[in-house]
Nanobody, 122 residues
Framework: QVQLVESGGGLVQPGGSLRLSCAAS????????MAWYRQDPKSVRELVAVITSGGSTNYSDSVKGRFTISRDNAKNTVYLQMNSLKSEDTAVYYC????????????????WGHGTQVTVSS
């Protein structure tokens, strides 16, 4: 069974930094794109950043220049480095990955982590 487990959330002051991690585990044939989403109680879940298996990245306009997504394919892990944090970055951050489970290719499935809370407040 494939699982995504996030870590690294917490409370930080405005202007501070946090680094989120998300590790995929279980029986995995391959991993395609990996992404971070976020959701606060008043909004729908939004895409923050995505990275392809080849390393190409894309960001939402609201975090461009402040956040950096990266991945370690050997560790099946994706990271989100968040700098210059603002109060509006407060949300639950979710990891998403397109994963082919098992031992042979039979198509990708969408997997989600349970989320990690990021709170930016003084």
């Amino acid at each position: 069974q494939v699982q995504l487990v996030e870590s690294g959330g917490g409370l930080v002051q405005p202007g501070g930094s946090l680094r989120l991690s998300c590790a995929a585990s279980g029986s995995i044939f391959s991993i395609g794109a990996m992404a971070w989403y976020r959701q606060d109680p008043k909004s729908v879940r939004e895409l923050v950043a995505v990275i392809t298996s080849g390393g190409s990245t894309n960001y939402s306009d609201s975090v461009k220049g402040r956040f950096t997504i990266s991945r370690d394919n050997a560790k099946n892990t994706v990271y989100l480095q968040m700098n210059s944090l603002k109060s509006e970055d407060t949300a639950v951050y979710y990891c998403n990955a397109k994963i082919t489970p098992g031992t042979w290719y039979r198509g990708e499935k969408d997997y989600w982590g349970h989320g990690t809370q990021v709170t930016v407040s003084s």
